[in-house]
């Protein structure tokens, strides 16, 4: 699905039950089928309403496209939607979002949530008893329904809502057959929507998991995605941990993620920049109530590290602490036991057998004899962020930074160096750290000119 003016996410439950007779497969594959085709009836049904977050708006989208608030008709333009929930504060925080998101298409979505109207009159009747003994095993869950749809703004509200019903059905099509895929006897795993942005020309797409199932298992239905979508074979795309992220779901961690994308780039005569990819979490002195003031600004670049291979999907653990940190070097042989639990500085090639060890992953090292030479290294660097990717930890002396991107010129040599700095002790203020330049672009005199320096060039694992 290729991304447009504007993003509708439905979201909303609706309730999955049957009764089975028998625990036969082909029975109790025939009955799943069933229900998951009278879901399907239900969100047909002119009783479906959709309710626009923010508004007094309802739509009956199987209703001849009836609509309630103001002056809103079927065969208005889907954009009249966002003025009705855009008042002076929350258009001031969709800026906001919009300048914080610029490289997120979502940052301007209108988020809709799906309902049934359960209040029409029906038929008057006397109730009726019944009673049987024949016994039935009851199967029931609740779907989690949660659908987006990118359409252009020009287009009819009517029009709209039967793109966002037809993407409902396409999703309880999807959740069947996630459903019979992974039956375990008459254990139903709830089926889970997921939304990734992938490369052009493919662009938005929703993958539907069974929970409780790990990526780890999942490979051979990624890999059929893959082929699908004609993507490559060597990263992945599709795991969870790569759904893209909306605006209004904040982080429960507490990290900022990608300040850097916050900066405008360098002006170099003939310069381009190249920056590391995808997601990562900012680590710095003081979090996570660890007083490391003055020594783990290797452990707080190396977390960043970490926190961008788990979040781009290749790892599953969580970032490492700093005990699980020394322990690591410890049960490699970098280190005596002594170290545990203390104060003691680390360097580049002791983040690159940490990412061994706990990761799995390899790393280059790039040995600079004074800092002087890292402004002639504009080539080997750009080339890393265009193939890995990477955030590149660099020690020098007492002190480790976090190269996030360079700006580089071929032509002229000119080079900029984007900075994310681990010696931060503040909160987590976007402002702060963006007008300080704890996140920011540096020219070759930020380093010493006569100190060597170490860097850390952690390589992508080949998997999907």
């Not at 309802?58 to 002056?71: D, S, V």
């Not at 010696?423 to 930020?446: M, N, R, S």
């Amino acid at each position: 699905m290729v991304v447009g003016n504007i993003i509708l996410r439905l979201r909303g439950s609706l309730e999955f039950k049957c009764q089975l007779d028998s625990t036969d497969v082909p029975h109790v594959q025939k009955v799943i089928s069933r229900t998951f085709e009278a879901l399907g009836s239900q969100v047909k049904a002119e009783s479906l309403v959709l309710s626009l977050s923010s508004s007094p708006v309802f739509l009956w989208p199987n209703k001849g496209g009836h609509a309630t608030a103001g002056e809103i008709s079927p065969n208005r333009p889907c954009k009249d939607l966002q003025q009705l929930i855009q008042t002076d504060d929350q258009e001031s925080s969709r800026k906001k979002s919009a300048k914080k998101d610029k490289n997120n298409p979502t940052a301007g979505i209108i988020n809709l949530t799906l309902m049934t109207e359960v209040t029409e009159p029906g038929v008057l009747s006397a109730p009726t008893l019944l009673r049987g003994s024949k016994k039935h095993h009851l199967l029931q869950t609740t779907l989690p329904m949660d659908c987006v749809v990118s359409v252009l703004s020009s287009e009819s509200i009517s029009v709209v809502c039967g793109t966002l019903v037809g993407a409902l059905c396409s999703q309880l099509g999807d959740m069947e057959k996630v459903a019979l895929r992974h039956m375990k006897g008459t254990a139903l795993l709830i089926p889970q929507p997921f939304h990734f942005l992938l490369p052009a020309p493919v662009g938005l797409v929703t993958v539907v998991y069974p929970a409780g199932v790990p990526d780890s298992q999942l490979e051979t239905q990624r890999k059929e995605l893959h082929s699908l979508f004609e993507l490559p074979d060597d990263r992945p795309y599709l795991r969870r941990a790569n759904a893209l992220h909306f605006p209004d779901e904040p982080y429960k961690d507490g990290y900022l993620r990608n300040p850097h994308v916050h900066l405008n780039h360098p002006a170099l005569e003939n310069g381009k920049p190249y920056l590391v990819q995808g997601v990562y979490s900012y680590h710095h002195y003081m979090q996570d109530r660890v007083d490391d003031n003055g020594w783990g600004c290797a452990y707080r670049s190396l977390q960043t590290i970490c926190s961008w291979f788990q979040q781009q999907g290749y790892v599953e653990r969580a970032v490492p602490s700093h005990k699980e940190i020394q322990q690591a070097l410890v049960e490699v042989g970098d280190k005596q036991g002594s170290f545990l639990g203390s104060r003691q500085w680390i360097g580049s090639i002791e983040v690159a057998a940490v990412l061994d060890q706990l990761l799995g992953v390899t790393s280059k090292i790039m040995f600079v004899s004074q800092g002087s030479e890292l402004a002639s290294k504009g080539r080997e660097l750009a080339n890393h962020f265009l193939s890995e990717g990477t955030p590149i930890m660099i020690g020098g002396g007492v002190l480790a930074h976090t190269i996030l991107g360079v700006a580089w010129s071929e032509t002229t040599g000119q080079i900029r160096y984007l900075i994310l700095d681990p010696h931060y002790t503040g909160a987590e203020d976007l402002q702060v750290i963006t007008d300080k330049g704890w996140c920011g672009w540096k020219g070759p005199e930020f380093w010493d000119q006569n100190a060597y320096y170490n860097l850390c060039l952690p390589q992508r694992p080949k998997t999907i």
